[in-house]
């Protein structure tokens, strides 16, 4: 009863937000889904990462071996993921960068945050930053075609965490002013973030539903799989196996379907991927929290 209880106060603020997004466009309300997204990623998430790594007390080698267990779990599910769609002889560009790469921002940071506290959201934090580098190189080259892999050098997630850590192995601290207004600024990223997911669910015309199901049930058999045995292998302590889990089977991402839509992928398929993905976590992740906290 208490570990159901403990999973419900975890879970509920998050799918409660999306929720609320949901509702919010369904009523005829307005919500500038691109700007807010821009705002949040641009500006919201940086201060988040930045601040939760300059006054983490996470052990620096602890960072190191999530760190390296986070490209060797992203390298396993790659692997498979790639095994699967040339298999099923799917289009690679339209399914294999969606079922490789998760929702680590919207639904992985406050997961960690909600579940762990500050020490869970220092250890998403460096996951989600990992994931991003990975998804703006190899994963846009996979949807694109080809790419800059200086692309990567443009995103302020990546300079956050890059700034976070350098501050962190120093021990350095801003000023307590400017500490605080980074820390306003970066709270006010996972609500917008979570609500924008429900906006972005609402507004999506999901496509072929029994392939996005089975497609979903799939990247989740080979996420969790890879992400366990990759923690354990690593002898990962308690809190940074359950982020690594969390994070990595973290459901499909909008910005998948973005990135699809803007380079002429299945934006539709990829939509279905989205939003049936989602759906599943609302079952699978209460499970994963109950064997992880």
Do not use: H
């Not at 998403?124 to 800059?148: D, K, P, R, S, Y």
């Not at 990567?152 to 300079?159: D, H, L, Y």
């Not at 379907?257 to 989602?278: H, I, P, Q, R």
Request: hydrophobic share 60%.
């Amino acid at each position: 009863m208490n570990v159901a209880l403990t999973v419900l106060e975890i879970v509920a603020p998050i799918f409660l937000l999306g929720l609320v997004g949901f509702a919010w466009v369904r009523l005829g309300f307005e919500y500038r889904i691109e700007f807010i997204t821009r705002f949040a990623m641009k500006l919201g998430v940086p201060c988040l990462i930045f601040t939760a790594l300059m006054k983490t007390e996470i052990d620096p080698a602890a960072l190191r071996a999530l760190s390296l267990a986070t490209l060797v779990a992203y390298g396993i599910v790659a692997l498979a993921a790639t095994a699967l769609v040339a298999g099923l002889r799917l289009d690679m560009p339209t399914y294999l960068s969606p079922i490789i790469f998760g929702n680590t921002g919207n639904i992985g940071l406050p997961l960690a945050l909600f579940a762990f506290g500050a020490e869970g959201l220092g250890y998403a934090v460096v996951v989600l930053a990992i994931m991003a580098v990975m998804n703006f190189t190899v994963g846009l080259w996979i949807v694109a075609g080809g790419g800059n892999p200086l692309w990567v050098a443009k995103e302020p997630m990546v300079a956050a965490t890059l700034l976070g850590l350098l501050f962190l192995w120093q021990g350095w601290e801003t000023p307590a002013f400017l500490t605080n207004t980074l820390d306003l600024i970066g709270q006010t990223a996972i609500p917008l973030m979570l609500i924008t997911l429900g906006v972005a669910v609402a507004r999506l015309s999901p496509g072929r539903f029994g392939q996005s199901l089975w497609l979903s049930l799939a990247k989740a058999l080979i996420c969790l799989p890879a992400a366990w045995g990759t923690g354990v292998w690593f002898g990962l302590a308690p809190v940074p196996f359950a982020v690594l889990v969390l994070q990595v089977t973290t459901p499909v991402a909008v910005t998948s379907y973005l990135l699809a839509e803007k380079y002429d992928a299945d934006a539709d398929a990829v939509a279905g991927l989205v939003v049936v993905s989602t759906l599943l976590s609302v079952g699978l992740i209460p499970l994963i929290l109950a064997f992880v906290i």
